[in-house]
């Protein structure tokens, strides 16, 4: 396994076509703040051999609340991080429960940064987000399709 720092410029980190898999966790709202989205995802795909594997995990947004497009709260709409993955090219093929935490309702004065483990609003309802626990996220499987 090796660990490259991502390019803020768009360029790419790693020759392409040399990866089998890339992962990444709890990113897309920090690049959707940037408005870096899309060209992440594009250098990803760029990174992959076709047949590649993208693993994605992000806080999943409430779906009846339009996605703020820079993801101000942390949460980022399954449906809308799909259509943006897919758009650079790649197919869902699977997506994972795993990390489901009904609990969470999405509508924090500070964010998701509220829940554990950063507890932005420090003591206040400590017990109380304690008690939900981290975010509610989404788990997805996307491949490079083999052309």
């Known amino acids: 396994m090796t660990v490259v720092t991502f ?8 020759p392409p076509g040399s990866l089998d898999m890339v992962l990444t966790f709890r990113n897309i709202h920090n690049w959707m703040a940037r408005d870096q989205a899309s060209q992440a995802f ?9 047949g ?7 806080h999943r947004g409430n779906p009846a609340v339009a996605q703020d497009p820079k993801a101000k709260s942390g ?7 799909i259509r943006l993955i897919e758009e650079q090219g790649f197919r869902l093929v699977a997506k994972s429960e ?3 935490n009904p609990r969470d309702t999405k509508d924090y004065e500070a964010g998701v940064w509220t829940l554990p483990p950063a507890y932005r ?3 206040k309802d ?3 987000y304690a008690a939900i626990g981290e975010s509610d996220r ?6 490079k399709p083999a052309r």
């Open 98 to 100: 795993v990390n489901d």
């Open 75 to 81: 949460y980022v709409n399954e449906d809308y991080a």
């Open 138 to 143: 989404f788990t997805l499987r996307f491949v």
């Open 52 to 58: 590649g594997v993208l693993g994605v995990v992000e």
């Open 121 to 123: 609003l420090g003591a």
């Open 126 to 128: 400590h017990d109380k």
């Open 7 to 14: 390019p803020n410029d768009g360029g790419d980190a790693v």
């Open 42 to 50: 594009a250098s990803m795909y760029r990174a992959l051999k076709p």
